[in-house]
């Protein structure tokens, strides 16, 4: 059975970085297109940044020119770097599919405030 399991998250002033890790499990998962959402209290789970198989990204417009998403099939993981946070960008952050079709794991917490 397929296991995402999400890392990196913490406590970061306005303007800092963070790098999130995504370990994820199950056969043909490099062939999908993965992504990382996020969730803030009170609000629904959105997708913030997608990689396909052959490396071809997309952003929400939230983010882009601050979030780079990247892949290693070899390691099996999933990555975000997060750059010029802000204090919008809090909320518990996701891996998975692009089509969602995998269990969501415990997710990773980034909190921005100074």
């Known amino acids: 059975q397929v296991r995402l399991v999400e890392s990196g998250g913490g406590l970061v002033q306005p303007g800092g970085s963070l790098i999130l890790s995504c370990v994820f499990s199950?056969?043909?998962?490099?062939?999908?297109?993965w992504a990382w959402y996020r969730q803030a209290p009170g609000k629904s789970r959105d997708l913030i940044a997608t990689i396909g198989r052959f490396g071809d990204t997309n952003y929400a417009d939230a983010v882009k020119d601050r979030f780079t998403i990247s892949r290693d099939d070899v390691k099996m993981s999933l990555y975000l770097r997060m750059n010029n946070l802000k204090p919008e960008d809090t909320a518990t952050y996701y891996c998975n599919s692009k089509m969602q079709d995998k269990p969501w794991g415990q997710g990773t917490q980034v909190t921005v405030s100074s």
């Open positions: 199950g056969s043909g998962s490099s062939s999908d297109t």
